[in-house]
């Protein structure tokens, strides 16, 4: 029976932990493609001002 509840936390660390990793791909990306926009922005507005 303990053996029951132990591979049964263990497993909801791991999904836990695989969760916790797809959440910090998506938010690393999505800050990714904020700093490009932001980037690309800035060389509009400089380009306007010239």
Request: proline share 0%; charged share 20%.
């Amino acid at each position: 029976m303990e053996m029951r509840i132990w591979v049964a936390s263990l497993a909801g660390v791991i999904v836990w932990l695989i969760s916790m990793l797809v959440f910090y791909m998506i938010i690393k990306a999505a800050v990714r493609n904020g700093v490009i926009e932001a980037h690309e922005v800035i060389n509009q507005s400089k380009r306007i001002s010239e």
